[in-house]
């Protein structure tokens, strides 16, 4: 079994999982699970595809594009244990901040929830917590806007068998 970091266990929980908290961020974001992206996976193309369907239909006019989870490094062993660093970047373009702030209070809200799931002897994420954000940003290269917001998970090393 491998070590869980905390942006795969964010990652995971925010594409795939069930809880009340994953389904409402995923809720407010135009293509839903597809729209949960890890860094380095967001193109112009993706951009569009989830743009052009925002705009084919206006349902979807509150919801935000994507979410990007990027590992931000680590800090400080303690112990069995240390901090690593997770930041979620709510992506839109063309509507201003609101879209963005509605997906930034349910990431809020619900990452604190998320809890790894360790099994005994092995390491990995035991719990997140919000940490700061750095407000809302412009990306000139893709011409988007996000506000980045900052996660520590713990993790925990594994035990030696």
Do not use: W
Request: aromatic share 10%; proline share 1%.
């Amino acid at each position: 079994m491998e070590v869980i970091d905390a942006s795969s266990l964010v990652f995971d929980y925010l594409r795939s999982s069930e809880a009340i908290g994953a389904t409402q961020v995923r809720g407010g974001l135009v293509l839903g699970s597809e729209s949960v992206l890890e860094t380095g996976m967001l193109s112009e193309s993706l951009i569009m595809e989830a743009y052009e369907a925002r705009e084919a239909n206006s349902a979807l006019a509150e919801k935000a594009l994507f979410i990007s989870v990027q590992d931000a490094g680590d800090e400080g062993a303690v112990g069995e244990a240390y901090v690593n660093y997770v930041i979620c970047r709510v992506i839109d373009r063309g509507m201003a901040y609101s879209n963005i702030r509605r997906v930034k209070f349910l990431l809020q809200k619900y990452l604190a929830d998320v809890i790894g799931n360790l099994m005994s002897g092995y390491g990995g994420a035991s719990h997140i917590e919000y940490v700061g954000r750095t407000g809302h940003r412009f990306d000139p290269i893709y011409a988007i806007e996000y506000d980045a917001l900052t996660f520590a998970g713990f993790i925990l090393l594994p035990h030696s068998v």
